[in-house]
């Protein structure tokens, strides 16, 4: 942890998580510079946590509130993003997907970032099938996963608006990954 958790009640702003926000950017930055990709995951994730405690438990105005949001989905990308980036091989696919439900849990469905997500777990379980055996651990790890992406679809499918280009993805990795799972024994 950065700094002390403090925080304001005030509702047009918040200079306790503002200067948290500048801090991680600056952090964000160094650790860009130095390509540590782990690192600014880590930090932009951070501010996507904070940001969203604050809005789950405060009323702020609209303006800030704006102000937030953005902050929030730019650093959700940046940790997306930097997920992506320290990634060398299949089996480190899956943490592109976990990045996905990471966010979810915060509330940030970004499109383009869940598909991408949910392409990354198609393309770890791809690359289990490619191992000589599937044991046990692969296959419990695919049934947990079948299980977080049913979760992502019921809260996608939640939302005012209908994102069905999204949702239809889903599907389709989720049955997909469900048959072809089968095929190994109890995965779905």
């Given at each position: ?8 009640n005030e509702?047009?702003?918040?200079i ?22 782990k ?12 940001i ?13 509130l704006?102000?937030l ?28 997907f ?23 777990l ?5 690359g289990?099938e490619?191992r ?7 296959r ?11 979760s ?6 939640k ?12 599907q389709?990795?989720s049955h ?13």
């Amino acid at each position: 942890m950065l700094t002390k958790a403090l925080s304001s009640n005030e509702a047009h702003r918040d200079i306790w998580l503002d200067a948290f926000i500048t801090a991680c950017r600056g952090l964000i930055a160094t650790a860009k510079i130095r390509g540590d990709w782990k690192r600014v995951a880590d930090l932009a994730l951070e501010v996507v946590e904070r940001i969203s405690f604050k809005l789950q438990r405060q009323t702020v105005t609209a303006n800030y509130l704006q102000t937030l949001l953005g902050w929030r989905f730019d650093l959700a990308r940046e940790h997306f993003d930097a997920t992506a980036r320290y990634i060398s091989s299949y089996g480190d696919q899956i943490n592109l997907f976990d990045a996905t439900i990471r966010l979810a849990e915060y509330d940030v469905l970004l499109s383009d970032l869940i598909r991408r997500g949910v392409g990354a777990l198609s393309i770890w379980w791809s690359g289990v099938e490619a191992r000589p055996v599937i044991d046990e651990t692969a296959r419990g790890i695919l049934s947990k996963q079948l299980r977080r992406l049913n979760s992502l679809e019921k809260q996608l499918s939640k939302l005012g608006k209908p994102q069905t280009e999204t949702l239809g993805a889903i599907q389709e990795v989720s049955h997909d990954l469900a048959f072809r799972g089968a095929k190994y024994g109890r995965a779905a």
